[in-house]
Protein backbone atom coordinates (compact mmCIF):
# COMPACT_ATOMS: atom_id res chain seq x y z
CA UNK A 1 0.00 0.00 0.00
CA UNK A 2 1.47 3.71 -1.03
CA UNK A 3 1.45 6.44 1.40
CA UNK A 4 0.82 10.07 0.68
CA UNK A 5 3.27 11.09 -1.13
CA UNK A 6 4.15 15.36 -1.64
CA UNK A 7 6.42 17.14 -3.54
CA UNK A 8 8.85 19.24 -4.04
CA UNK A 9 10.41 18.48 -0.50
CA UNK A 10 11.55 22.08 -0.51
CA UNK A 11 10.82 25.18 -1.81
CA UNK A 12 11.94 29.09 -1.99
CA UNK A 13 10.20 31.64 -3.95
CA UNK A 14 10.17 35.38 -3.68
CA UNK A 15 7.13 37.44 -2.69
CA UNK A 16 4.98 38.35 -5.50
CA UNK A 17 5.66 34.83 -6.84
CA UNK A 18 3.38 31.82 -7.49
CA UNK A 19 3.63 28.65 -6.12
CA UNK A 20 2.12 25.23 -6.88
CA UNK A 21 2.34 21.79 -4.72
CA UNK A 22 1.39 18.85 -5.42
CA UNK A 23 0.05 15.66 -3.68
CA UNK A 24 -0.65 12.16 -4.37
CA UNK A 25 -3.19 10.02 -2.16
CA UNK A 26 -2.92 7.13 -0.57
CA UNK A 27 -4.08 4.13 -2.44
CA UNK A 28 -7.91 3.46 -2.37
CA UNK A 29 -8.32 7.18 -0.70
CA UNK A 30 -11.09 9.48 -1.95
CA UNK A 31 -10.72 12.47 -0.68
CA UNK A 32 -7.37 15.43 -0.02
CA UNK A 33 -7.40 18.08 2.59
CA UNK A 34 -4.66 20.58 2.72
CA UNK A 35 -3.38 22.11 5.79
CA UNK A 36 -0.77 24.87 6.44
CA UNK A 37 1.43 24.41 9.56
CA UNK A 38 3.20 27.80 10.38
CA UNK A 39 6.42 27.16 12.81
CA UNK A 40 5.38 26.26 16.28
CA UNK A 41 1.85 26.05 15.32
CA UNK A 42 -0.52 22.91 14.83
CA UNK A 43 -2.01 22.57 11.25
CA UNK A 44 -4.41 25.04 9.69
CA UNK A 45 -6.92 23.43 7.72
CA UNK A 46 -6.82 25.22 4.14
CA UNK A 47 -9.23 23.13 2.21
CA UNK A 48 -10.52 19.70 1.12
CA UNK A 49 -11.01 18.04 -2.44
CA UNK A 50 -13.66 15.49 -2.79
CA UNK A 51 -14.66 14.22 -6.56
CA UNK A 52 -12.51 17.04 -7.90
CA UNK A 53 -14.56 19.59 -6.32
CA UNK A 54 -13.97 21.60 -3.43
CA UNK A 55 -15.66 20.73 -0.11
CA UNK A 56 -14.85 22.62 2.84
CA UNK A 57 -12.44 25.62 2.97
CA UNK A 58 -10.94 27.38 6.23
CA UNK A 59 -10.07 31.11 6.96
CA UNK A 60 -7.51 31.27 3.75
CA UNK A 61 -8.09 33.83 1.01
CA UNK A 62 -8.59 33.22 -2.29
CA UNK A 63 -5.14 33.31 -3.64
CA UNK A 64 -5.04 29.79 -1.97
CA UNK A 65 -6.61 27.05 -4.66
CA UNK A 66 -6.37 23.89 -5.64
CA UNK A 67 -7.54 21.38 -7.88
CA UNK A 68 -8.05 17.49 -7.25
CA UNK A 69 -7.55 15.10 -10.27
CA UNK A 70 -9.23 11.86 -11.70
CA UNK A 71 -6.80 9.49 -9.73
CA UNK A 72 -7.61 11.52 -6.80
CA UNK A 73 -4.43 13.64 -6.68
CA UNK A 74 -3.95 16.71 -6.06
CA UNK A 75 -2.29 20.15 -6.13
CA UNK A 76 -2.24 23.13 -4.06
CA UNK A 77 -1.66 26.38 -5.64
CA UNK A 78 -0.72 29.63 -4.29
CA UNK A 79 -0.49 33.10 -6.06
CA UNK A 80 1.00 36.89 -4.72
CA UNK A 81 3.12 34.68 -2.27
CA UNK A 82 3.56 36.56 1.20
CA UNK A 83 6.36 36.18 3.37
CA UNK A 84 3.71 34.95 5.98
CA UNK A 85 2.90 32.30 3.51
CA UNK A 86 6.03 30.60 4.58
CA UNK A 87 5.36 27.18 6.29
CA UNK A 88 4.91 23.46 6.05
CA UNK A 89 2.23 22.35 3.89
CA UNK A 90 0.85 19.12 4.59
CA UNK A 91 -1.48 17.14 2.15
CA UNK A 92 -3.81 14.49 3.68
CA UNK A 93 -5.95 11.85 2.35
CA UNK A 94 -8.84 9.84 3.79
CA UNK A 95 -11.31 7.24 2.24
CA UNK A 96 -14.72 8.86 2.35
CA UNK A 97 -18.06 6.72 2.10
CA UNK A 98 -20.98 7.09 4.31
CA UNK A 99 -18.56 8.45 6.80
CA UNK A 100 -15.36 10.46 7.17
CA UNK A 101 -12.31 8.78 7.47
CA UNK A 102 -9.06 8.78 9.40
CA UNK A 103 -6.87 11.35 7.59
CA UNK A 104 -3.65 9.64 6.67
CA UNK A 105 -0.57 12.85 6.02
CA UNK A 106 2.32 13.04 3.53
CA UNK A 107 5.50 14.14 4.57
CA UNK A 108 5.07 18.41 4.09
CA UNK A 109 6.45 20.48 1.06
CA UNK A 110 8.83 23.28 3.11
CA UNK A 111 8.22 26.71 1.70
CA UNK A 112 10.24 29.85 2.53
CA UNK A 113 8.74 32.88 0.87
CA UNK A 114 11.86 35.90 0.96
CA UNK B 1 -16.92 27.45 18.00
CA UNK B 2 -14.74 24.32 18.40
CA UNK B 3 -11.23 24.44 19.29
CA UNK B 4 -8.63 22.02 20.88
CA UNK B 5 -6.17 22.86 24.46
CA UNK B 6 -2.69 22.07 24.63
CA UNK B 7 -1.60 23.48 27.91
CA UNK B 8 1.61 21.77 27.90
CA UNK B 9 3.94 23.27 25.59
CA UNK B 10 7.01 21.13 26.35
CA UNK B 11 7.56 18.60 28.33
CA UNK B 12 11.03 16.62 29.65
CA UNK B 13 11.71 13.07 30.88
CA UNK B 14 14.11 10.73 31.47
CA UNK B 15 13.67 7.54 29.65
CA UNK B 16 11.59 4.97 31.13
CA UNK B 17 9.61 7.19 32.58
CA UNK B 18 5.73 7.42 32.31
CA UNK B 19 4.57 10.83 31.00
CA UNK B 20 1.04 12.00 29.82
CA UNK B 21 -0.04 14.37 27.55
CA UNK B 22 -3.34 16.76 28.36
CA UNK B 23 -5.89 17.74 25.60
CA UNK B 24 -9.01 19.89 26.38
CA UNK B 25 -11.49 20.20 23.63
CA UNK B 26 -14.70 22.81 23.09
CA UNK B 27 -17.48 21.46 20.58
CA UNK B 28 -21.26 21.80 20.67
CA UNK B 29 -21.46 19.11 17.78
CA UNK B 30 -22.97 15.86 19.88
CA UNK B 31 -21.28 13.38 17.42
CA UNK B 32 -17.25 14.15 17.15
CA UNK B 33 -14.08 12.77 16.89
CA UNK B 34 -10.98 13.14 18.87
CA UNK B 35 -7.48 11.51 17.37
CA UNK B 36 -3.72 12.24 18.37
CA UNK B 37 -1.23 12.41 15.88
CA UNK B 38 3.01 12.25 16.39
CA UNK B 39 5.14 14.97 14.22
CA UNK B 40 8.75 13.79 14.43
CA UNK B 41 11.40 16.26 13.29
CA UNK B 42 11.09 15.24 9.77
CA UNK B 43 7.60 16.88 9.67
CA UNK B 44 5.17 13.95 8.93
CA UNK B 45 2.03 13.44 11.01
CA UNK B 46 1.51 9.83 11.94
CA UNK B 47 -1.67 8.56 13.34
CA UNK B 48 -1.95 7.65 16.56
CA UNK B 49 -5.65 7.14 17.51
CA UNK B 50 -9.22 8.07 16.53
CA UNK B 51 -12.27 8.01 19.08
CA UNK B 52 -15.92 8.27 18.79
CA UNK B 53 -18.03 10.38 20.79
CA UNK B 54 -20.21 7.77 21.66
CA UNK B 55 -17.19 5.42 22.56
CA UNK B 56 -15.94 6.84 25.98
CA UNK B 57 -14.34 3.09 26.45
CA UNK B 58 -10.22 4.09 26.56
CA UNK B 59 -7.67 2.02 25.11
CA UNK B 60 -3.90 0.57 25.72
CA UNK B 61 -2.10 -0.22 22.79
CA UNK B 62 1.23 -1.54 23.54
CA UNK B 63 2.92 1.66 25.77
CA UNK B 64 -0.04 4.01 24.53
CA UNK B 65 -2.88 4.45 26.48
CA UNK B 66 -5.47 6.91 26.24
CA UNK B 67 -7.96 8.07 28.50
CA UNK B 68 -11.57 9.88 27.02
CA UNK B 69 -13.81 11.58 29.12
CA UNK B 70 -17.01 13.64 27.82
CA UNK B 71 -17.56 15.27 31.40
CA UNK B 72 -14.66 17.31 30.99
CA UNK B 73 -14.15 17.65 27.74
CA UNK B 74 -10.43 15.65 28.26
CA UNK B 75 -8.71 13.42 25.90
CA UNK B 76 -5.47 12.57 27.43
CA UNK B 77 -2.23 10.53 26.21
CA UNK B 78 -0.27 8.17 28.08
CA UNK B 79 3.09 6.45 27.43
CA UNK B 80 4.41 4.16 29.69
CA UNK B 81 8.07 3.84 30.23
CA UNK B 82 8.82 6.35 27.30
CA UNK B 83 11.76 5.75 25.10
CA UNK B 84 14.03 8.40 23.40
CA UNK B 85 12.14 7.38 19.90
CA UNK B 86 9.18 8.83 21.85
CA UNK B 87 10.30 12.11 21.10
CA UNK B 88 8.66 14.43 19.16
CA UNK B 89 5.45 16.80 19.06
CA UNK B 90 2.39 15.11 19.48
CA UNK B 91 -1.08 16.62 18.50
CA UNK B 92 -4.29 16.42 19.55
CA UNK B 93 -6.97 16.98 17.02
CA UNK B 94 -10.86 17.37 16.67
CA UNK B 95 -13.43 16.94 13.87
CA UNK B 96 -16.78 17.62 14.28
CA UNK B 97 -20.13 16.69 12.99
CA UNK B 98 -20.41 19.24 9.66
CA UNK B 99 -22.24 16.42 7.65
CA UNK B 100 -21.57 15.49 3.98
CA UNK B 101 -18.36 14.76 2.86
CA UNK B 102 -16.15 17.48 4.96
CA UNK B 103 -13.40 16.27 6.95
CA UNK B 104 -11.70 19.03 8.82
CA UNK B 105 -9.73 18.56 11.35
CA UNK B 106 -9.17 21.17 13.99
CA UNK B 107 -5.55 21.01 16.05
CA UNK B 108 -4.14 22.01 19.04
CA UNK B 109 -0.83 23.70 19.21
CA UNK B 110 1.25 20.69 19.96
CA UNK B 111 3.50 19.62 22.94
CA UNK B 112 6.96 18.81 22.22
CA UNK B 113 8.04 15.68 24.06
CA UNK B 114 11.72 15.19 25.03
CA UNK B 115 12.70 11.98 26.16
CA UNK B 116 16.15 11.61 27.54
CA UNK B 117 18.47 8.96 27.43
Known amino acids: ETGVTQSPTHLIKTRGQQVTLRCSSQSGHNTVSWYQQALGQGPQFIFQ???????GRGNFPPRFSGLQFPNYSSELNVNALELDDSALYLC?????????????FGPGTRLLVL | AQKVTQAQTEISVVEKEDVTLDCVYETRDTTYYLFWYKQPPSGELVFLIR??????QNEISGRYSWNFQKSTSSFNFTITASQVVDSAVYFCALRGNYGGATNKLIFGTGTLLAVQP
Open chain 1, 49 to 55: YYREEEN
Open chain 2, 51 to 56: RNSFDE
Open chain 1, 92 to 104: ASSLVTRTQGTQY
